[in-house]
């Protein structure tokens, strides 16, 4: 039977914007001691932009984690205006990266992105009936965010993750959603 450890003591090591890191001592279903780094990161949306029911608009950008462009969903973190109705960060979210607004937002799923040292959670909403905004309705940009939009066909990105392309954790949960519903 699976048990619970027990935190002694929590010491905070960082503390940024988006995420904070907390030192845990804890002590273990078997009376032993061990130690517990964890990442406290604000959640998060993502969405699976629809403008037909062929095609998914997907981002190209930069990513200074990996070093590398990736090919991914938009996606943002929430801030004080969304913790309760995180629906707003999609609309947001939506202006900023892709400059669409969407006639019908679903939630589909949540999700933790990497339980083994973070409490990273992800919503993933799905939007259609998209329309361009016009430019002076634009919201700006993240600082730095440099992206290029593509709409990618089901088949296209079922390639992709043939050949094992899809490495962003996000995506590839939005693609095998998107599979699902096409059953």
Do not use: C
């Not at 699976?2 to 002694?8: G, T």
């Not at 890191?21 to 998060?44: C, M, W, Y």
């Not at 954790?169 to 059953?183: D, V």
């Amino acid at each position: 039977m699976a048990e619970r450890e027990q935190v002694r003591e929590t010491q905070t090591v960082y503390e940024g914007p988006i995420f904070s890191v907390e030192k845990q001592a804890v002590t273990l279903f078997n009376g032993q001691t061990s130690q517990r780094d964890i990442v406290h990161h604000v959640p998060a949306i993502a969405v699976m932009a629809f403008p037909d029911e062929d095609h998914m608009l997907l981002e190209k950008q930069y990513r200074a984690t990996i070093g590398d462009f990736i090919l991914e969903i938009p996606a943002g973190k929430l801030d004080a205006r969304d913790f309760d109705e995180p629906e707003h960060a999609v609309i947001r979210e939506l202006n900023e990266e892709l400059r669409v607004s969407a006639g019908h937002i679903q939630r589909v799923t949540g999700f933790y992105e990497t339980v083994g040292f973070s409490d990273a959670y992800m919503h993933l909403y799905i939007a259609r009936d998209l329309q361009p905004i016009p430019v002076a309705n634009q919201l700006p940009r993240d600082l730095g965010e440099s992206l290029d939009i593509e709409s990618v066909s089901f088949e296209a990105l079922k390639r992709l993750f043939e050949a094992g392309e899809i490495n962003d954790q996000k995506t590839l949960t939005a693609f095998l959603y998107w599979s699902y519903l096409r059953g």
